[in-house]
């Protein structure tokens, strides 16, 4: 194997969807998947590429300093790709301790553990983080990568430590770092707290479809597959220190959101009473904090490492419903 890589997170949304992508891509490098299996993670994801020769999973915590030092000992790990976070802000606001403890110790415990054990040029650590940690935007304007860090949740804070963490190994020990920030995925195999899971369940349930204050706030967002290619590309071509933004171009607010999904459904899975699946949208209290505008300038990626986003919000949205419709029951299964 040309590469032993040790991914963090591989079993929860995007680190499943990466993992099967990578290891169908580069059979030639080993995949070390390194995950605690959380409430998030889910081995069911991981299907086709359980028997992959390439392949291993080990069940661990990123905080256990002793257990990943003897990682990167027995396989010898070359590179790390570092999706393991926990991220859902709603659960930070209401357990922020856990979201620090494994955000920015984990981190640390990686980065540290990996900075220890390779001394190659050619060994590389990709850290892969938010939009979140920018703060909120106004009408206008979009989020670079020199825009500075104003997070205003306890996730959004917790990975802005972990991105600093990670900054300063490379600028103190010179460690071949290099770092993302992407904004809202969506696609297959997304835990069912997240908002556009959340939309397909409630309708397809009779149940109210939970839209936070006026369902306006603004979110860019990114196929999954779309943000593989994009760590794909700068694992392998990124420059050592820099980070990259990856997002959509793909602006929607929440109602806009749950209005396409809402569409899609009564066309793909009528209602057995004849409405539309929009009479089920309900306006709650908002989310204490909840940032009114995310966008991605993501011109750095497109323009220096060639990544374009090839799915529109449209093709990705209808792809994604039909993976919710065609999985129904492991979906609702996992989402109770």
């Known amino acids: 194997m040309s590469k032993t890589i040790l991914i963090t997170g591989g079993a929860g949304f995007i680190g499943s969807n990466f993992v099967v992508y990578f290891c169908k891509k580069y059979p030639d490098y080993q995949l070390i998947n390194f995950d605690k299996l959380t409430y998030a993670g889910n081995l069911d994801n991981l299907r086709e590429c359980q028997a992959a020769a390439n392949y291993v999973f080990i069940r661990g915590d990123i905080c256990d300093r002793e257990l990943v030092e003897a990682v990167f000992r027995e396989y010898k790990i070359t590179d790390v790709i570092h999706l393991a976070a926990e991220s859902h802000v709603d659960n930070s606001i209401v357990s922020p301790e856990e979201f620090v403890t494994t955000n920015v110790l984990g981190t640390f415990t990686i980065l540290d553990a990996f900075r220890k054990s390779n001394s190659r040029d ?3 650590f990709l850290h892969i983080s938010t939009d979140e940690v920018y ?7 979009y989020f670079t990568e020199k825009t500075p860090y104003a997070p205003n949740s306890p996730y959004s804070a917790s990975k802005a430590g972990s991105d600093m963490l990670v900054r300063s190994y490379f600028h103190t020990y010179g460690t071949n770092v290099v770092s993302s920030n992407c904004s809202n995925n969506y696609g297959p195999m997304q835990h069912g707290e997240k908002l556009i899971p959340t939309i397909i369940r409630s309708a397809l349930s009779e149940k109210l479809i939970p839209i936070y204050g006026d369902g306006k706030n603004i979110r860019d967002w990114l196929y999954v597959i779309d943000h593989c290619r994009a760590l794909d590309i700068i694992f392998h071509q990124g420059k050592a220190g820099e980070t990259y933004n990856v997002g959509g171009r793909n602006e ?10 809402c569409a899609i459904l009564d066309e793909k899975c009528p209602r057995k009473n004849g409405k539309n699946y929009g009479k089920l949208i309900a306006f709650v209290a908002n989310r204490p904090g909840h940032d009114r505008r995310y966008a991605i300038n993501a011109a750095k990626l497109e323009t220096e490492l060639g990544w374009r986003a090839e799915e529109s919000f449209d ?7 039909e993976w919710y419709l065609a999985h129904r029951e492991y979906f609702f299964k996992k989402s109770r």
């Open 135 to 141: 703060g909120t935007l106004g009408e206008t304007g």
């Open 315 to 321: 093709t990705g949205i209808g792809k994604t419903v």
């Open 252 to 261: 929607k607010t929440n109602l806009q959101i749950a209005d396409t999904i």
């Open 122 to 124: 050619t060994s590389r």
